[in-house]
């Protein structure tokens, strides 16, 4: 490791990019539920995440099933990213 001198600092320039490697995690999606309740505040019921965009979907059908007046979802998706360095090591 370098020791920095009179003030002269190391340039690292990162980039930051989808992290579409092997070993990445996998995009994951989910469907929360935003119904606002008597209260005003969302109902927050969420599906668990999966790497099937419809597994989400199949989900916020059962979740109208037991509650016939929430008809309002967001689809919320993870998708990694690196940070990926450039120039001198
Ligand atoms: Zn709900």
Redesign the pocket.
């Known amino acids: 490791m370098s020791t920095p001198a009179r003030g002269t600092f190391r340039f690292v320039n990162w980039t930051l990019r989808p992290d579409r490697d092997d070993d990445a995690p996998p995009v994951t999606y989910a469907f929360r ?3 606002l ?1 008597g209260n005003d505040t ?4 969420r599906s668990e995440p999966s790497t099937d965009p419809t597994e989400p979907q199949t989900w916020a059908f059962g ?1 109208l099933r037991e ?1 016939p007046e ?1 008809t309002s979802y967001a689809e919320v998706i993870e998708r990694p990213w690196v940070m990926w360095r450039e120039g001198p090591a």
């Open positions: 539920c935003l119904t309740t969302e109902c927050e019921a979740h509650h929430h």
